[in-house]
């Protein structure tokens, strides 16, 4: 499998961005609008993938942390 780029899951969960799902996670304190079960599909298909996990990691963007967390390696972590 190709890796994907940082632009590609960008581009992904922006289209994933549901508005009621905003609404709801709003009221639990998140800031993001993406659905958790739609991320974790997500983050199935891409499997670990340690640089793309970095990357989406040093955005600001709360969904895009969200899956760096599901597709890293947690041992490969930089402390």
């Known amino acids: 499998m190709a890796e994907t780029t940082l632009a590609e899951v960008m581009a992904e969960l922006a289209a994933l961005e549901d508005p009621k ?4 996670n709003e009221k639990h ?9 739609k991320l974790r599909a997500l983050a199935k298909r891409l499997t670990t993938q340690q640089d793309l996990a970095r990357e989406l990691w040093t955005t600001s963007d709360t969904a ?11 041992g490969d972590a930089d402390r």
């Open 21 to 24: 799902a905003r609404q709801v």
């Open 29 to 37: 304190g998140d800031d993001h609008g993406v659905n958790l079960s």
């Open 64 to 74: 895009a942390r969200l899956l760096a967390l599901l597709i890293c390696r947690p």
